[in-house]
């Protein structure tokens, strides 16, 4: 008496072509996984390209000058209207008791 059981050969032939698609699929996982994070930079990157970004609080003037006929950008702060530091003075250092003096032993 044989101690396997029978097995159908279709079923044999199935699996095989099955292990090789999944080996297939495990192989390609890594470049596939590394075009999607690529692609998702790459569109990042284009919407922080396209987003305006004014953290400064300054603004560009341009000027023509008749001479040159060049445009150039000048960079002019802008002036907070809120000026906390005017308004709160720092409080004076208290007083130190030994101040001016020098203590030398010899």
Same mark, same amino acid.
């Given at each position: 008496?044989?101690?396997?059981?029978?097995?159908?050969?279709?079923?044999?032939?199935?699996?095989?072509?099955?292990? +090789?698609?999944?080996?297939?699929?495990?192989?390609? &996982?890594?470049?596939?996984?590394a075009q999607?994070?690529?692609?998702?930079?790459?569109?990042?990157?284009? &919407?922080k390209r396209?987003?305006?970004?004014?953290?400064?609080?300054s603004y560009?003037? +341009?000027?023509?000058?008749?001479?040159?006929?060049?445009?150039?950008?000048?960079?002019?702060?802008?002036?907070?209207?809120?000026?906390?530091?005017?308004?709160?003075? +720092?409080?004076? &250092?208290? +007083?130190?008791?030994?101040?001016?003096?020098?203590?030398?032993?010899?």
């Amino acid at each position: 008496m044989p101690s396997t059981p029978p097995v159908n050969m279709q079923q044999i032939l199935q699996m095989g072509t099955h292990t +090789e698609k999944l080996q297939h699929t495990l192989q390609t &996982l890594p470049n596939v996984t590394a075009q999607q994070v690529d692609k998702e930079r790459q569109q990042d990157d284009e &919407l922080k390209r396209s987003q305006v970004q004014d953290m400064d609080p300054s603004y560009l003037i +341009e000027e023509a000058n008749p001479k040159t006929r060049g445009k150039k950008r000048v960079r002019v702060r802008k002036k907070n209207q809120s000026s906390d530091d005017d308004s709160k003075p +720092e409080p004076p &250092l208290p +007083e130190d008791p030994y101040r001016g003096q020098i203590n030398i032993v010899a």
